[in-house]
Nanobody
Framework: QVELVESGGGLVQAGGSLRLSCAAS????????MAWYRQTPGKQRELVAS???????GYADSVKGRFTISRDNAKNTVYLQMNSLKVEDTAVYYC??????????????WGQGTQVTVSS
């Protein structure tokens, strides 16, 4: 069984910072791509940041220069450091690993979501 468990969400004032973590558990051989998405009520889930196993990263324009994605391959964990938070960053944040090598199979897993609320 493979799960992604997120932590680190909460309430913060505008301009503040939060760090999200997402750890994959189970007998995992490797994870290539990991990403953070976010979703607000009535809107589609949007890609916030992504990182490949080798460290290549990508960001949504709305978070460039404020958010940093990183990972620890030995711990199968991905992080999202969020600085200079804005009210519009308020959302449920989900981590995703679409290509988890688990034995002879490949799995796509999502975390349960963690609420980030930024107050003005």
């Amino acid at each position: 069984q493979v799960e992604l468990v997120e932590s680190g969400g909460g309430l913060v004032q505008a301009g503040g910072s939060l760090r999200l973590s997402c750890a994959a558990s189970g007998s995992i051989f490797s994870i290539n791509y990991m990403a953070w998405y976010r979703q607000t009520p009535g809107k589609q889930r949007e890609l916030v940041a992504s990182i490949a196993r080798g460290g290549s990263t990508g960001y949504a324009d709305s978070v460039k220069g404020r958010f940093t994605i990183s990972r620890d391959n030995a711990k199968n964990t991905v992080y999202l450091q969020m600085n200079s938070l804005k009210v519009e960053d308020t959302a449920v944040y989900y981590c995703n690993a679409p290509d988890i090598q688990y034995g002879s199979t490949w799995l796509n897993r999502w975390g349960q979501g963690t609420q980030v609320t930024v107050s003005s």
